[in-house]
Structure formats: C-alpha cells, structure tokens
C-alpha cells in the first residue's frame, strides 16, 4: 500500500503564480517524520524540509512554505511567486519507526514553469 | 552540493554483468543508504548501513549486495543485471542510524545504470 500519495502528477503554472503541492500520509506511528525534497533536470535529490510529527507550526522559508495537518494527514508544500528554477520534480516521504526509518517516497509531482 | 559523492556518474553494461557503485559519504556521517529510482517503481529503497554494519533491508533483490567499509564508503554490487536493472542509483548519508533522530539524510548526484 502507498504510504505517501501525491495526487498530482504534473503541474503547469505560469511564472509568478503560486502553486501548491499536496501531499497525504499514511502511519500508525505516533512519532514520524516527513520531508520534501527536490529533483531539478539534472537528476539530482535536493533536500527541502524535514518535520517531525510533534511539530504541527507551518514552515516558510523565502518563497517557499509549508503546511502541517495531522488531523488530515497532510503536508503540503506552497511555492510563491513561482519562477522558471522551479522546475523539478517534487518528492514528499514519510519515515516511521516501523520501517526503520527509512525514508518511504511518494511517486512525486513534476511542476513546470513556464516564463 | 551535498557532499555525498557517488561514481561512476554514468554506467553502460550489458544483460548478465556485474557492476560495482561506489559512495563517499558527507564527512563525519555514520550512516549509508542506497535507493533506486526507476520509471516504474519510483524510488524504493534498497539498504543501509550504520558505521559498518547492515542496519535496515528494504526492495533489495538477492542480486544485489551491499557493504561499508571501515573509511565509511560504501559499495553496492549488482549482479546478474537485467534490462529491468536499469535506473538512476542514489546514495544517501546522515549523521544518526537514521531520521528518529532528528537527522536528515542528504542524497547524492546518482549513477545512471543503463542495462543494454
């Protein structure tokens, strides 16, 4: 069974439009841990945030910010004011104790911004 | 620039080889892991190794085998490939024996494993 879906396969937006990526986990776990992470075109997996489950307080950082729901299990990723170097594709994974907290993907979104 | 360094970047083998990928943790990280990135399966992990020893087994085939060595760098073997073994290979590290610290694992560029 998918631990982590991200509904959303593709995303166009134009640049400057905010855009928002969702992301819904699955755990029986009371202690857990969620990232995003990054894959520009070049292949490469850039770490973004890490949040524990005790820690529901949103996150921003510059453009990029992020919104914590236990009671949705969600963690959705917003960027504002979207530009062209945003272009990737977007990973959200979930890692619990019951998988010795290996980190357990999603399939991903890939976002496209076009000037 | 992570600091986690894999090679060979690019790798071109024929059915029924065996290759070897090679990973240089971020300095001062205990812990290795290994994951594939496919088309089909997205991205799965493989193993991983705490200072030496064999810590957690994920999506790893009997082919396949993995070790870290006493500088911390790691090695994962594949055997026997197949068409299907063809993918992007990641290496990761962290500090901890993994994220229930409050760590973060950090991933390296990849190797592209092409199977021909």
């Known amino acids: 069974a998918q631990k982590v879906t991200q509904a959303q396969t593709e995303i166009s937006v134009v640049e400057k439009e905010d855009v928002t990526l969702d992301c819904v986990y699955e755990t029986r776990d009371t202690t857990y841990y969620l990232f995003w992470y990054k894959q520009p075109p070049s292949g490469e997996l850039v770490f973004l945030i890490r949040?524990?489950?005790?820690?529901?307080q949103n996150e921003i950082s510059g453009r990029y910010s992020w919104n914590f729901q236990k009671s949705t299990s969600s963690f959705n990723f917003t960027i504002t004011a979207s530009q062209v170097v945003d272009s990737a594709v977007y990973f959200c994974?979930?890692?619990?104790?019951?998988?010795?907290?290996?980190?357990?993907f999603g399939k991903g979104t890939s976002l496209l911004v076009t000037p | 620039d992570s600091g986690v360094t894999q090679t060979p970047k690019h790798l071109i083998t024929a059915t029924g080889q065996r290759v070897t990928l090679r990973c240089s943790p971020r300095s001062g990280d205990l812990s290795v892991y290994w994951y594939q990135q496919s088309l089909d399966q997205g991205l799965q992990f493989l193993i991983q190794?705490?200072?030496?020893?064999?810590?957690a087994k994920g999506n790893i085939l009997e082919r396949f085998s993995a070790q870290q060595f006493p500088d911390l760098h790691s090695e994962l073997n594949l055997s026997s490939l197949e068409l299907g073994d063809s993918a992007l290979y990641f290496c990761?590290?962290?500090?901890?024996?993994?994220?229930?610290?409050?760590?973060?694992?950090?991933f390296g560029e990849g190797s592209w494993l092409t199977v021909v």
């Open positions: 190794y705490y200072n030496g020893e064999e810590r």
């Open positions: 949040r524990n489950s005790f820690d529901e």
């Open positions: 994974a979930l890692s619990e104790a019951n998988s010795g907290y290996a980190l357990n």
């Open positions: 990761a590290s962290s500090v901890a024996k993994g994220t229930d610290s409050g760590n973060t694992i950090y």
